[in-house]
């Protein structure tokens, strides 16, 4: 099992960067592949990105590529969303996920963070 603690949201305007973190507990955090995914007011949650346990490998949702990048460092038990040319459309709770395997769909993760709140103002 691996616990989840998204940091690093905030209030920020259009053209901004943001670097989200994402905390796992546990000494197996390195087998598990991460997801971030985001939730607008009143839509689904969507799929943003994905980085394997290794990090060799990374997939993004087209309306963020080029623009946000993720990247891990097992030793320190930490996945990273750095966020850069922020929209307004960014707006979302974050959240990241962890699974086993290559998936882009949050039914697939079975443990969950909080969530941290990104607010981009026109």
């Known amino acids: 099992q691996v616990q989840l603690v998204e940091s690093g949201g905030g209030l920020l305007q259009a053209g901004g960067s943001l670097r989200l973190s994402c905390v796992g507990s546990?000494?197996?955090?390195?087998?598990?592949?991460i997801g971030w995914f985001r939730q607008a007011p009143g839509k689904e949650r969507d799929f943003v990105a994905y980085?394997?346990?290794?990090?060799?490998?990374?997939y993004y949702t087209d309306s963020v590529k080029g623009r946000f990048t993720i990247s891990r460092d097992n030793a320190k038990n930490t996945v990273y969303l750095q966020m850069n040319s922020l929209k307004p459309e960014d707006t979302a709770v974050y959240y990241c996920?962890?699974?086993?395997?290559?998936?882009?769909?949050?039914?697939?993760?079975?443990?969950w963070g909080q969530g941290t709140q990104v607010t981009v103002s026109s």
């Open positions: 546990g000494r197996t955090f390195s087998s598990y592949a």
């Open positions: 996920a962890a699974t086993i395997g290559a998936y882009l769909v949050g039914h697939m993760y079975m443990y």
């Open positions: 980085i394997s346990g290794s990090g060799d490998t990374t």
